[in-house]
């Protein structure tokens, strides 16, 4: 009896299929979002987040891109280096003045002030995606 290849998880190259690393992928951040949401915020998180945006990226074919890197010259990794710790500086420093704004400021509590955390995350994050997206969209357009 055979088994479709839709249905089998390995390919005839002994490879997992695209389809269960999206799903490993989902499994990771719903189990993430769940936890958050009943026992909170832990350390595990900055483990387990860049291992779901691997998964996804193995799902989209994105981390076969990843062999351009070796094109590139040791200025241009430095940029990116560089690029990477600015934009984790401006996530931190948002993060604080957002914190600053609803303590202080704003004296928010309760229910307001955990949504408005959840809020200013994700607002402070976009800066980000943007800035940093780019110089790694230009070095890499480069590298072409």
């Known amino acids: 009896m055979k088994i479709a290849q839709k249905d089998n998880v390995f390919n005839e190259g002994g490879k997992m299929s695209k389809k269960i690393?999206?799903?490993i992928g989902w499994m990771i951040l719903v189990g993430m979002?769940?936890?958050w949401i009943w026992i909170g915020y832990s350390s595990w998180y900055l483990l387990l987040l860049p291992?779901?945006?691997i998964s996804f990226s193995i799902n989209d074919g994105s981390i076969k891109k990843l062999a351009k890197t070796k094109q590139m010259s040791i200025l241009q990794v430095i940029l990116?280096?560089?690029a990477f710790v600015v934009s984790v500086a401006i996530v931190f420093g948002l993060i604080q003045l957002a914190s600053y704004l609803i303590n202080d400021i704003l004296h928010l509590t309760g229910g307001i002030?955990?949504?408005s955390?959840?809020?200013a995350i994700i607002l402070s994050l976009y800066p980000v995606k943007?800035?940093?997206g780019s110089v790694v969209y230009k070095v890499m357009d480069s590298v072409r």
């Open 117 to 119: 955390v959840m809020i």
């Open 80 to 82: 990116i280096l560089i």
């Open 33 to 35: 979002g769940i936890s």
């Open 21 to 23: 690393f999206n799903t």
């Open 130 to 132: 943007f800035t940093f």
């Open 51 to 53: 291992v779901a945006y």
């Open 113 to 115: 002030k955990t949504l």
